[in-house]
T-cell receptor, first 109, second 115 residues
Framework: DAKTTQPPSMDCAEGRAANLPCNHSTISGNEYVYWYRQIHSQGPQYIIHGLKNNETNEMASLIITEDRKSSTLILPHATLRDTAVYYCIVTDNFNKFYFGSGTKLNVKP | GAVVSQHPSRVICKSGTSVKIECRSLDFQATTMFWYRQFPKQSLMLMATSNEGSKATYEQGVEKDKFLINHASLTLSTLTVTSAHPEDSSFYIC???????????FGPGTRLLVL
């Protein structure tokens, strides 16, 4: 079962930062937090992942709270092409991915 | 990054027939692959874990005789939907773990429509 909860939808203005929250209060010490996104009718696309420290790559930044019970994905300058469903996933046994309901991000001009 | 392909991308079949969907890791080997199903406006649901050289393991509630999985090589897993019915119409997606902290790489998906 999914171990994460996310708001069902969020709006963001084009060019502004999109901050997507995720709660994972039951995360275990050795479990990673992964973020993927799915654009309509496509397979999920990897964005970023982390264990304890904040992470940044060319797509986004990941901020993980010190107690690891929640995290935030930051898209620094959202574009219309970032409109998608964003999934926060905490790995389970044998690295199985159990998807929650995700957050539908609507980037508006 | 690693690439996973699926074939076909879209298939339409008659009720009662069987449909095979292929999942390939193109530039890396995968001893394990995963199969998901996604109904419209819903999230991905993990169906089963495909294991190279051994039997697949199915998630609770997934009929193993209905969804046959074969992982014949280190780069190919197949999902066969047997005796398909309209309720099996869905978007089927596979994934394979990469070598970097077990990041999963997903295929583009196969849309199945059973008439």
């Amino acid at each position: 079962d999914a171990k994460t909860t996310q708001p069902p939808s969020m709006d963001c203005a084009e060019g502004r930062a999109a901050n997507l929250p995720c709660n994972h209060s039951t995360i275990s010490g050795n479990e990673y937090v992964y973020w993927y996104r799915q654009i309509h009718s496509q397979g999920p696309q990897y964005i970023i992942h982390g264990l304890k420290n904040n992470e940044t790559n060319e797509m986004a930044s990941l901020i993980i709270t010190e107690d690891r019970k929640s995290s935030t994905l930051i898209l620094p300058h959202a574009t219309l092409r970032d409109t998608a469903v964003y999934y926060c996933i905490v790995t389970d046994n044998f690295n199985k991915f159990y998807f929650g309901s995700g957050t539908k991000l609507n980037v508006k001009p | 990054g690693a690439v996973v392909s699926q074939h076909p991308s879209r298939v339409i079949c008659k009720s009662g027939t069987s449909v095979k969907i292929e999942c390939r890791s193109l530039d890396f080997q995968a001893t394990t692959m995963f199969w998901y199903r996604q109904f419209p406006k819903q999230s991905l649901m993990l169906m089963a874990t495909s294991n190279e050289g051994s039997k697949a393991t199915y998630e609770q509630g997934v009929e193993k005789d209905k969804f046959l999985i074969n992982h014949a090589s280190l780069t190919l897993s197949t999902l066969t939907v047997t005796s398909a019915h309209p309720e099996d119409s869905s978007f089927y997606i596979c994934s394979a773990p990469g070598s970097y902290e077990e990041t999963q790489y997903f295929g583009p998906g196969t849309r199945l429509l059973v008439l």
